[in-house]
């Protein structure tokens, strides 16, 4: 067996260069790493076959969404109940009322609601703002009421003031043209005639929104103050009427041999039967019917004007029920604002509508300054408007100042524009003009009104002491549960 020659050795005694083979490598162990089994959930989870789900945070654009919508959807939740129990605190103040007996020979006590439509919008808003708030607490009282409507502006201070008319007339003044009959004139003799008779005591008025009220107060004092039959409409001059005298034509016709003798005595007639045609005038249209009568009085003769014989010592309690009503899109933060916080107008109105159902009432308050500041007027009081009442109305309004002047003022601020605008059906502007109140009037009328021992039984029913499903009281004290 041969061997492998050795090299020879190198010149100088220089050891030649390790080649790569030659190079000792060192040994590479793995480091003793566990890999970490994935989790399996919870086992329970697992054998029902639901998902292995690992909670985490949302992104920032769900966190966002959702803290929008839960906000929203918690303070609306909130509210609605705070709204139902605010509604059932009230009705439960005078659902005693619907317990009490009555002959079956006597009629409910009827209270009469005044609704009118809202600047720029229809009646279904009034409608149903009066269906929201007010509704619940008659009927847990066991109340009947006859509504009045008014479409446009003058509608209910003419129904009004027709009612009053009827009622004058039923007391022995004569009119001139008989009353129309309607439903409730047919009734009355009827019910008289069987035995049937109205309820004692106060019926009372119920007025939702500043320009029902306004239109309310300006048909009392028409209804009262003003004539019984209407006032004589302007005369038109009459349209001279042209009387065309007709000649006949005396011309002799041509002789029977001329070529156009057979032509001329047919144009001749047509010719008289346009001239005929022309000087007979059209039938005169009918006058159109005002869209509201016109009033039978102004505000310039209440002080010239005489009470009638038949009025009572005081008129029929009223109280003024707010309608927050404003439009337009740079208003939408206040429309939310308010959406959310209904139980506010709730507590409100139920208060109102609860005071008109126990009728305690007051007379309006009455003080004679020249500045307008008392304690039931509103602090901001609006500008005059363009078309405002004479010189001698605003000095004689600025010398004295009535309560109803001042109910609900706030409510023209958020009117709509629109209602500036003149009206071709509206004989006077009740909503532009400041109400004007005759002392004789505003003395007689009366405002319900709770009392303090009413206010302290709703705040008992509210926290449950009244023996009803409760709440945990502002005193920490759990009563009712």
């Known amino acids: 067996m041969s061997q492998a020659p050795t090299p020879p050795p190198p010149p100088n005694g220089v050891p030649p260069p390790a080649t790569p083979s030659a190079i000792p490598t060192p040994a590479i162990t793995a480091p003793n790493v566990t890999k970490k089994a994935a989790s399996q959930g919870n086992p329970a989870f697992r054998a029902m076959g639901l998902p292995n789900w690992t909670p985490k945070l949302p992104s920032r654009n769900w966190l966002i969404f959702w803290t929008i919508v839960g906000s929203w959807t918690g303070a609306l939740i909130y509210d609605r109940q705070q709204t ?103 009734l009355v003799p009827l019910r008289e005639r069987i035995g049937v008779r109205e309820c004692e005591g106060e019926k009372g008025d119920i007025v939702v929104g500043r320009n029902a009220w306004k239109e309310y107060v300006r048909g009392l004092h028409e209804g009262w103050l003003g004539p019984m039959d209407a006032p004589a409409e302007p005369a038109e001059p009459a349209a001279a009427v042209s009387k065309t005298v007709v000649q006949e034509d005396t011309t002799p016709l041509p002789a029977q041999g001329d070529a156009a003798s057979t032509i001329e005595p047919e144009e001749t007639t047509i010719t008289k039967e346009k001239k005929e045609d022309e000087t007979i005038p059209p039938p005169p249209e009918p006058p159109a019917k005002p869209l509201v009568p016109l009033p039978h009085n102004t505000p310039e003769s209440y002080p010239s004007s005489s009470l009638p014989a038949s009025i009572p010592d005081h008129l029929g309690p009223s109280i003024a029920i707010p309608f927050p009503h404003i439009l337009g899109f740079f208003n939408t933060p206040i429309r939310m604002y308010r959406f959310l916080n209904r139980r506010a107008l709730a507590d409100d109105i139920g208060r109102r509508t609860a005071a008109a159902v126990l009728a305690h009432h007051r007379q309006y308050q009455h003080s004679s300054s020249s500045s307008k500041e008392s304690s039931f007027e509103a602090s901001n009081h609006p500008t005059s408007s363009t078309e405002s009442s004479s010189s001698e109305i605003s000095t004689a309004s600025s010398s004295s100042s009535w309560e109803q002047q001042s109910l609900l003022l706030h409510e023209e601020r958020e009117w709509h524009k629109s209602v500036k605008n003149a009206k071709e059906y509206a004989p006077e502007r009740v909503w532009l003009d400041e109400p004007v109140i005759d002392a004789r009037i505003g003395e007689r009328m009366r405002k319900f009104e709770i009392i303090a021992t009413d206010e302290e039984r709703a705040r008992a029913i509210r926290r449950g002491a009244a023996g009803l499903p409760g709440r945990v009281g502002e005193e920490g004290e759990e009563k009712g549960l």
């Open 84 to 186: 139902k129990k605010t509604k059932q605190k009230w009705c439960t103040l005078v659902s005693h009322i619907a317990s009490e007996p009555l002959p079956t020979n006597v009629l409910p006590r009827k209270m009469t609601i005044f609704l009118t439509a809202p600047p720029a919008d229809s009646l279904s808003s009034s409608r149903e703002h009066f269906v929201e708030y007010v509704k619940p607490v008659l009927v847990a009282a066991a109340m009947d009421w006859d509504v009045v409507e008014g479409r446009r502006e003058g509608d209910v201070r003419a129904a009004l003031a027709e009612r009053i008319r009827r009622y004058r007339n039923r007391a022995g003044e004569r009119v001139e043209v008989a009353f129309e009959e309607t439903a409730t004139s047919v």
